[in-house]
């Protein structure tokens, strides 16, 4: 006998893709925050 799946299980399969994806974009958005005030600090000052 089959039973559908409990909507607990499928909160929480939601819930741990969520939490997956926002680790996961923290981090790129931090790779991507840390290029350009490298490239910003590197530029030459003009006199």
Known sequence: MKRKP???WVLVIIFGLGVVT???TQ???ERQADAPVG???ATPQQP
């Open 6 to 8: 409990d909507l607990l």
């Open 27 to 29: 981090s790129f958005w």
């Open 39 to 41: 490239i910003v600090d």
């Open 22 to 24: 926002t680790g996961y």
